[in-house]
T-cell receptor, first 115, second 111 residues
Framework: GAGVSQTPSNKVTEKGKYVELRCDPISGHTALYWYRQSLGQGPEFLIYFQGTGAADDSGLPNDRFFAVRPEGSVSTLKIQRTERGDSAVYLC?????????????FGPGTRLLVL | DQQVKQNSPSLSVQEGRISILNCDYTNSMFDYFLWYKKYPAEGPTFLISISSIKDKNEDGRFTVFLNKSAKHLSLHIVPSQPGDSAVYFCAASAGTGKLIFGQGTTLQVKP
């Protein structure tokens, strides 16, 4: 079956611009996660959704970052006034529920470059 | 503050030998631990996990050991194969799906 898909695969933008990154989870998965991976580091948790609501947004670095999941399926990560330090691979994952023992399946990521 | 640490950035082993990847953590609230494997340009793939109530979990060539008193876990791959060459991340959870990852260890298995 189809895995987690993310679009675009690559995004180049200029400092100060607004970007949206999209994630399509595996069908039927109620939990959806966003992580950010900088060069040479492991994935860093940003936010996770259980259904339509954000169950934990403690990893969002500041108020320029916002994520939505209005119908409990597709999610969009929105970054306002991008900065060069936002350059990273943004990973999305989904799982059947939101419990630790439920396997998270990752998408290939969106590589964001802020010039 | 790095709650999950993988202190070896890289490891090289000969095909057929054992690969041992290590991970340390600081948060005593972590109760579930996982290993993920990542190939270039792909997302991480789940490999194996262990609950804090166990000290060992085995799945084929992969075994994870947990030493709670030392706050240390390790992943053993026996025998190692060239296809195992990848970046390995350990991750930990404190009861929810929020995962805290280490920095990763790049494993190279030489034929």
């Amino acid at each position: 079956g189809a895995g987690v898909s993310q679009t675009p695969s690559n995004k180049v933008t200029e400092k100060g611009k607004y970007v949206e990154l999209r994630c399509d989870p595996i069908s039927g998965h109620t939990a959806l996660y966003w992580y950010r991976q900088s060069l040479g580091q492991g994935p860093e948790f940003l936010i996770y959704f259980q259904g339509t609501g954000a169950a934990d947004d403690s990893g969002l670095p500041n108020d320029r970052f916002f994520a939505v999941r209005p119908e409990g399926s597709v999610s969009t990560l929105k970054i306002q006034r991008t900065e060069r330090g936002d350059s990273a691979v943004y990973l999305c994952a989904s799982s059947l529920g939101g419990r630790a023992f439920e396997t998270q399946y990752f998408g290939p990521g969106t590589r964001l470059l802020v010039l | 503050d790095q709650q999950v640490k993988q202190n070896s950035p890289s490891l090289s082993v000969q095909e057929g030998r054992i690969s041992i990847l290590n991970c340390d953590y600081t948060n005593s609230m972590f109760d579930y631990f996982l290993w993920y494997k990542k190939y270039p340009a792909e997302g991480p793939t789940f490999l194996i996990s262990i609950s804090s109530i166990k000290d060992k979990n085995e799945d084929g060539r992969f075994t994870v050991f947990l030493n709670k008193s030392a706050k240390h876990l390790s992943l053993h791959i026996v025998p190692s194969q060239p296809g195992d060459s990848a970046v390995y991340f350990c991750a930990a959870s404190a009861g929810t799906g929020k995962l805290i990852f280490g920095q990763g260890t790049t494993l190279q298995v030489k034929p």
